[in-house]
Nanobody, 121 residues
């Protein structure tokens, strides 16, 4: 069965950095685009970033562009999100999600359980 397991969340100070990981299993990871999304307390789900199956193209929400970097290691079946220059408004539960195709459709069929990121001094 498909499993997506996020890790790497925690407490960071404003201006700090965190690196999230998402370990994938149960499907051919290298064949699908992947994304990160987040949900802040009391708010709806926000798509954050996506990457093609082969890593050739990446996409970012305006709110994180220039600060976050998405990447993947298909040999390790792992998706990453490097988050720099963190702001308090980045505080959220972060999810990784599997797309339905190798390119970005923004239609996700599997989600992880999430990892909490809190940005506070």
């Amino acid at each position: 069965q498909v499993q997506l397991v996020e890790s790497g969340g925690g407490l960071a100070q404003p201006g700090g950095s965190l690196r999230l990981s998402c370990a994938a299993s149960g499907f051919t990871f290298s064949s699908y685009a992947m994304s990160w999304a987040r949900q802040a307390p009391g708010k709806g789900l926000e798509w954050v970033s996506g990457i093609y199956s082969d890593g050739s193209d990446t996409y970012y929400a305006d709110s994180v562009k220039g600060r976050f970097t998405i990447s993947r290691d298909n040999a390790k079946n792992t998706l990453y999100l490097q988050m720099n220059s963190l702001k308090p408004e980045d505080t959220a539960l972060y999810y990784c999600a599997k797309d339905r195709l190798a390119t970005m459709t923004y239609l996700f069929d599997y989600w992880g359980q999430g990892t909490q990121v809190t940005v506070s001094s």
